[in-house]
Structure formats: C-alpha cells, structure tokens
C-alpha cells in the first residue's frame, strides 16, 4: 500500500515537475480566443470606438456627478495600484501588466495605450478607469470558457457600437426598456438584464493568478455561495444604492425600486477616498473634494454597518476560564472581509479590566510603529507562493497559507484563555472589530514604488506614510465576575 501511494506520489512529482518546465498552462489557454492574455477580455472592433465620461455627462450629468470621485473613477489612478503594477511589470515583465490593466482601465489596455506603469501622457479615457462606456458597452460574457471555467480577469465581452451602411452607430447597454428618444441622437439603445445582475460585476470582481488560475480574490463566488444570491440580491442591490437604501437590500432581501439606484459603487477604501479628496484640495477643486470625502463617510458607513461582536464568559467549575468573542457577517453580500483578504485587515482588540481599572489582559493593540502584535486574532488571508514562502503580490500568490473570513450571514468564534488572576474579582471586558485597508509595512513599501511620474508630495500632500488609519466596525462591552454567579 505504502509502495502504491509513493509511486503516485512520484508520477505526481514529476508530472508536475515536467509541465513547470514545459512552461505548460495548468489550464489550457485559447489565445486566439483571448487575444489580451492574461486579460480575458474581448474587443468586438468597428469604427464606433470607447468615448470619454465628459461626453457622456454631458446628457447624463447625475450619473456623471455620483461615478466621479468613485473608486472606479480612480481605478487608473489609484497610487496603490500604480505602486504595486510597478512592482509587477519589474518582476514579471509587461505581459502581467496587460491582466492588471484590463480590469483597472479596459479601453486604454485594449487600444494598446498603456504601454508601462504611471500616468504622464495619457487620454482622458485612459485616466478614466472603470468609465461609463466600459460597463455601458458590455454586451456579453465568456465566464464559462475562461481558463478556470468560471467569471476571472476580466471574462467580458465590450462591443461600443457597429458598422451601419451610414457609417458608426455607438450602443449603449442598460436595464430599461429604451424609450423613443433614448440616447439623444448620439447612441442606440438595448436592453439588458445583464446589467441588473451580478454577472456583470463578475467579471472584474474576481482575480485569478494569471498563470495557474488560482482564486486571489472570489468576491463573487463567496455571493454564489451564499443567501443573497439565493434570494435574487445583486452586487447591484448593495452597491449601487444609498446607504439607507443599502441596508434594507441587506437586512429585508427586497430589491431596491428603480428610482433607487445610483452611480457611487461605495464600498470600503476610505483610504483612497481621503487622498483623492486631499489631491483635489491641493489642485483647488473643492467640488470634487466634497464629493471624495462623500465617499470616504460612505465608506465608513458601509464598514460600520458590516460586523456585529458579543462576548460570552465560558466556565468551567464555576471558575472563569475563557472567552469567547462570537464576530457575524451582518450585512456583507459576500465574506467579510472580501476580495483583498490578502492586503485588507480586520482584527479583534481585546482589553480586559480587573474591578480597579487595571489592565490585565490584552490583545491585538496596534504597536507604535503600526505593526500588529504577533498573537492578534486576524480575519484576512495570507498568500504564499509555489516556493511556500509568504507574499502579498498577486503575480505570486498561487496558494493560501491561511484564509479566515466570515460568510455572508455567518460568524465565527474567537477563544482567549484566562490565566488565574490573584485578588480579581470582577473583569470588565472591552472588544473591538477593527479594519484597514492595508498592513502599515505594505502600504509602505506600495507608496515607496509608485512610478516616478507620481509625485506623492506635489499630488497628495505625502512626505512620508503616516501610521494608516483605522475604522472601527463593531465594538462591544460586558462585566463578568470571576467566579459564576
Ligand atoms: C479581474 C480584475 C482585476 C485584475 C486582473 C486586477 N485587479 Fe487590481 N483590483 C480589482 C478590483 C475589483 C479591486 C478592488 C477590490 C477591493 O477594493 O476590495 C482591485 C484593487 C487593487 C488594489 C488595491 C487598491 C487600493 O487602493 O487598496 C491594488 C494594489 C491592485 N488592485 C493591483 C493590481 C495589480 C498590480 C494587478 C495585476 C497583477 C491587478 N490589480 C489585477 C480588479 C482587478
Ligand atoms: C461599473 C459599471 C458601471 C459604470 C462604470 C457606469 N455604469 Fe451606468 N449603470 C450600471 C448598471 C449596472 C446600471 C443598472 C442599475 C440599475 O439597475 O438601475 C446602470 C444604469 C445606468 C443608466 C440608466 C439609469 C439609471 O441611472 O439607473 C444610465 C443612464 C447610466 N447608467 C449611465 C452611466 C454613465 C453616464 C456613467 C459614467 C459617468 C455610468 N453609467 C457608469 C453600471 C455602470
Ligand atoms: C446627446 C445626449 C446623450 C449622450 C451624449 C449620451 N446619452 Fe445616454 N441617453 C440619452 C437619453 C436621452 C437617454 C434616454 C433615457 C434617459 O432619459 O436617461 C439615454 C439613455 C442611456 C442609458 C439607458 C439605456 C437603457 O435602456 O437602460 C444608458 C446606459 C446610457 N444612456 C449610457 C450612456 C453613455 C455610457 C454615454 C457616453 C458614452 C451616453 N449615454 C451619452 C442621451 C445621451
Ligand atoms: C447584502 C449587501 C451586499 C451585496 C449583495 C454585495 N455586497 Fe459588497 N459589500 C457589502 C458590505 C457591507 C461591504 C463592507 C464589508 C466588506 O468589506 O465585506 C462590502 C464590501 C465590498 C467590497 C470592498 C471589499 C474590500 O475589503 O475592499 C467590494 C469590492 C464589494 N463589496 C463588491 C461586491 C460585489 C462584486 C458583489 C456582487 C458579487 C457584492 N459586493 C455584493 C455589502 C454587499
Ligand atoms: C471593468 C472592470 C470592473 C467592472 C465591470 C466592475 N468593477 Fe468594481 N472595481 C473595479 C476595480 C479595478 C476596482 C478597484 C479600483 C482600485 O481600488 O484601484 C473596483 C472597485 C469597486 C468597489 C469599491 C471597493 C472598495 O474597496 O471600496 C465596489 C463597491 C465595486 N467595484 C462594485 C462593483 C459593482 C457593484 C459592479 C457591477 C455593477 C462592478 N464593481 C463592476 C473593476 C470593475
């Protein structure tokens, strides 16, 4: 028996030892399919090309006005992104960059505009990001050919308009019924319940590594798998709503009225949020400022609304011996946290009192210098790469060496033992939920790499990263006697 399962073992080995080799693709990749490989979207080409929000606000001004100052507005732009793409084209080369970009600024990608990290020189609908026209010409999707079989990279097809015997016709997809005079006379309309599903956002909101396919962020398949895609909740129904609105999607299942939607896609990155509204200010642009720091309550908002804690005191023998901190996914379509579970951090802090107001057990307190203590109760993910060895990148990650996150509508149970405590009678335990958007070290060592086009000080008002703010989502507090009572 032994024999047999070394002998798989072996023919495993090699199998794989040989394929790495050979450079061969863990899954088979058509490439006359996907002619932007590792980026799996597709172009369907005529003479109506991608347009530019500007032209689109000029009928459309509210949808205009809620999108700018959005994250996908700054998708392009991100100084995050810019740092981390830096990072990757330097390892990988530009073909990696190709994957990234089709899902942080598609036209620009496909047109063949982007040719390397940074932003000097580039269109307006380069600068763009996610624009209106790139989920506005959405016309289909390929999520069942892809390489994994399922929604990654950016599996959507684009097709802006067609050749007409008079010349360019621009389409515009949506959810409604096109009226008579729909698109003023610049675009066509067609209906599409594409739009009103989360198919759409599927294709971007799932990040595979662009070789081996592994899942590195599975915002949607965390929805598939959980109640409100049972229910006929949509990204949509939570994303693209007001935060009251929101919160009666995620607490009722009712779908939201037609007039209810909205073009803000909040979400959490307040931090992104906070320097978008900062760079404004610097370039005098007060609008666009009030309407960055729009999104950074927003998102606060949203996190707050997201967890709720308890604790409950376990004894055994009448005597305190631990204690369980009980952390639920309230509101979250999909696990909390989602998406950059390798990047995003969400941890408890727990601070226990004796009856004089003396600390006497703590855990998961931020360190002076921003790190976190090495024993913190931590919901995120770690990545690891095909040498086993930790990596936050995703042309690395291949693997996760952990992965904590809590499902929708789900929770989790954190245990703390309690040593024997001389002459404490009573305990006033305090817990916290915290959040941010990134480990302090690596939202460091991203900023340290943006391209050299991106001046943090000129643009951002940053001479050097101070410690990253933190969101505190739930908090909760309860008195306990040592002894049962
Ligand atoms: C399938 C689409 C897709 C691909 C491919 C992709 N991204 Fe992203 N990226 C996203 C989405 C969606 C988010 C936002 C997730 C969130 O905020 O939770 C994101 C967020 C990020 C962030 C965090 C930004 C911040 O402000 O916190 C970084 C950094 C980033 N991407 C870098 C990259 C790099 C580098 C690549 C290429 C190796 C890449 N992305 C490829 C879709 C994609
Ligand atoms: C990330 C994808 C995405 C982006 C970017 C986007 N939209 Fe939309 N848009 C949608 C979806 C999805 C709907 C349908 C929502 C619903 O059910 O009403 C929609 C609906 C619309 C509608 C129909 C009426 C309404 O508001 O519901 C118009 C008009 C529109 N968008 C214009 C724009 C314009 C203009 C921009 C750019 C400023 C833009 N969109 C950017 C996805 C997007
Ligand atoms: C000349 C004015 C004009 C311009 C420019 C324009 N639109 Fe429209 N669009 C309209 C009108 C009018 C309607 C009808 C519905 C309405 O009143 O909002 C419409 C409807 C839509 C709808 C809803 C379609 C449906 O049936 O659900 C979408 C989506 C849309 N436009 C996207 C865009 C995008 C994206 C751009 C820029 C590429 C754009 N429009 C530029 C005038 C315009
Ligand atoms: C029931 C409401 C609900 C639905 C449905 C929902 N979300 Fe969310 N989403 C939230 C809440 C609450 C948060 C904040 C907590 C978190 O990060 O998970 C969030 C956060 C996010 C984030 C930011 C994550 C991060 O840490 O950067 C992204 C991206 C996102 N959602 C995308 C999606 C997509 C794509 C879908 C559809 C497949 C979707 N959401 C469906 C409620 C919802
Ligand atoms: C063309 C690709 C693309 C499509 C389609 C798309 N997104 Fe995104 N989305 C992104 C990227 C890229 C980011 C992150 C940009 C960054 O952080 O730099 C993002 C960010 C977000 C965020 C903000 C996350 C945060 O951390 O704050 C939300 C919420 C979101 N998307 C929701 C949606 C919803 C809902 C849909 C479908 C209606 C959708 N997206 C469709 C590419 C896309």
């Given at each position: 028996?032994?024999?047999?399962?070394?002998?798989v073992?072996f023919?495993?080995c090699s199998?794989?030892?040989l394929?790495?080799?050979?450079g061969?693709?863990?899954?088979?990749?058509?490439?006359d399919?996907y002619?932007?490989?590792?980026?799996?979207?597709?172009?369907e080409?005529?003479?109506?090309?991608f347009?530019e929000?500007?032209t689109?606000?000029?009928?459309?001004?509210?949808?205009y006005s809620?999108?700018n100052?959005s994250?996908?507005s700054?998708a392009?732009?991100?100084?995050?992104?810019?740092?981390?793409l830096?990072?990757?084209?330097?390892?990988?080369?530009h073909?990696i960059?190709?994957?990234?970009e089709?899902?942080h600024?598609?036209?620009a990608?496909?047109?063949g505009?982007?040719?390397?990290p940074?932003?000097?020189?580039?269109?307006?609908l380069?600068?763009?990001?996610?624009?209106?026209?790139?989920?506005h010409s959405?016309s289909?999707?390929?999520?069942t050919?892809t390489p994994?079989?399922?929604?990654?990279?950016g599996?959507?097809?684009l097709?802006?308009?067609?050749?007409?015997?008079?010349?360019?016709?621009?389409?515009?997809r949506g959810p409604?019924k096109?009226?008579?005079d729909c698109?003023?006379?610049?675009?066509e309309?067609?209906?599409?319940?594409?739009?009103?599903q989360?198919d759409?956002c599927?294709?971007?909101h799932q990040?595979?590594?662009?070789e081996?396919?592994?899942?590195i962020?599975a915002?949607y398949?965390?929805?598939?798998?959980?109640?409100?895609a049972q229910q006929?909740i949509?990204?949509q129904?939570?994303h693209?709503v007001?935060t009251?609105?929101?919160?009666?999607s995620?607490?009722?299942?009712?779908?939201p009225?037609r007039?209810?939607?909205?073009h803000?896609?909040?979400g959490?990155?307040y931090?992104?949020?906070?320097?978008s509204a900062q760079?404004?200010?610097?370039a005098g642009d007060?609008?666009?400022?009030?309407?960055a720091?729009?999104?950074?309550?927003?998102?606060v908002?949203r996190?707050?609304?997201?967890?709720?804690l308890?604790?409950?005191?376990?004894?055994y023998?009448?005597?305190l011996q631990e204690?369980?901190v009980?952390?639920?996914n309230l509101?979250?379509g999909?696990n909390?946290?989602?998406?950059?579970?390798?990047?995003r951090?969400?941890?408890?802090e727990i601070?226990?009192?004796d009856q004089n107001?003396?600390v006497v057990?703590s855990?998961?307190?931020?360190?002076?210098?921003g790190?976190l203590p090495p024993?913190?109760?931590?919901f995120?993910?770690?990545?690891m790469?095909?040498d086993?060895h930790f990596?936050a990148?995703?042309?690395?990650i291949?693997?996760?060496?952990?992965?904590?996150?809590i499902?929708p509508r789900?929770?989790?149970e954190?245990y703390?033992?309690?040593v024997?405590l001389?002459?404490v009678k009573s305990?006033?335990v305090?817990?916290r939920l915290?959040?941010?958007t990134?480990d302090?070290?690596v939202a460091?060592e991203?900023?340290a790499?943006v391209p050299?086009?991106?001046d943090?000080?000129?643009?951002?008002?940053l001479t050097?990263?101070?410690?990253?703010?933190?969101?505190?989502?739930?908090?909760?507090?309860?008195?306990i006697t040592?002894?049962?009572?």
């Amino acid at each position: 028996m032994k024999r047999i399962i070394l002998f798989v073992l072996f023919f495993l080995c090699s199998t794989a030892a040989l394929s790495a080799a050979g450079g061969q693709d863990v899954f088979p990749v058509d490439r006359d399919f996907y002619p932007y490989y590792p980026s799996l979207f597709k172009w369907e080409k005529s003479a109506a090309t991608f347009t530019e929000p500007e032209t689109c606000a000029g009928c459309h001004e509210k949808q205009y006005s809620e999108w700018n100052g959005s994250v996908h507005s700054l998708a392009l732009r991100d100084p995050i992104y810019q740092g981390e793409l830096n990072k990757g084209v330097k390892a990988v080369g530009h073909e990696i960059g190709r994957q990234c970009e089709g899902c942080h600024s598609a036209a620009a990608m496909m047109s063949g505009e982007l040719k390397k990290p940074g932003l000097a020189g580039l269109s307006p609908l380069a600068m763009a990001g996610v624009s209106c026209d790139i989920c506005h010409s959405v016309s289909g999707t390929t999520h069942t050919r892809t390489p994994a079989r399922v929604p990654e990279n950016g599996s959507l097809i684009l097709s802006p308009g067609y050749d007409g015997t008079d010349g360019a016709h621009l389409v515009k997809r949506g959810p409604l019924k096109p009226s008579a005079d729909c698109g003023g006379g610049f675009h066509e309309c067609k209906e599409s319940p594409l739009h009103g599903q989360a198919d759409l956002c599927a294709g971007c909101h799932q990040v595979y590594h662009y070789e081996k396919h592994f899942p590195i962020e599975a915002t949607y398949n965390e929805w598939k798998a959980g109640p409100y895609a049972q229910q006929g909740i949509h990204c949509q129904d939570c994303h693209m709503v007001d935060t009251d609105v929101f919160l009666k999607s995620a607490d009722s299942f009712k779908k939201p009225e037609r007039s209810e939607y909205r073009h803000y896609f909040s979400g959490v990155n307040y931090l992104l949020a906070y320097l978008s509204a900062q760079a404004a200010t610097r370039a005098g642009d007060k609008e666009q400022a009030a309407r960055a720091m729009k999104q950074y309550d927003m998102a606060v908002k949203r996190l707050q609304s997201a967890a709720s804690l308890e604790i409950i005191p376990i004894y055994y023998d009448g005597q305190l011996q631990e204690l369980k901190v009980k952390v639920s996914n309230l509101r979250a379509g999909h696990n909390l946290p989602t998406s950059l579970s390798n990047i995003r951090q969400m941890w408890l802090e727990i601070t226990a009192r004796d009856q004089n107001g003396t600390v006497v057990m703590s855990s998961g307190t931020v360190g002076k210098d921003g790190s976190l203590p090495p024993e913190v109760r931590i919901f995120n993910s770690d990545g690891m790469g095909s040498d086993f060895h930790f990596s936050a990148h995703p042309w690395v990650i291949t693997a996760f060496s952990r992965h904590e996150t809590i499902p929708p509508r789900g929770f989790k149970e954190v245990y703390y033992g309690i040593v024997a405590l001389k002459g404490v009678k009573s305990l006033t335990v305090d817990a916290r939920l915290r959040y941010r958007t990134a480990d302090q070290k690596v939202a460091e060592e991203l900023l340290a790499a943006v391209p050299i086009d991106i001046d943090l000080a000129r643009d951002y008002g940053l001479t050097s990263v101070p410690q990253l703010p933190v969101v505190d989502m739930a908090s909760t507090q309860l008195k306990i006697t040592v002894r049962k009572p």
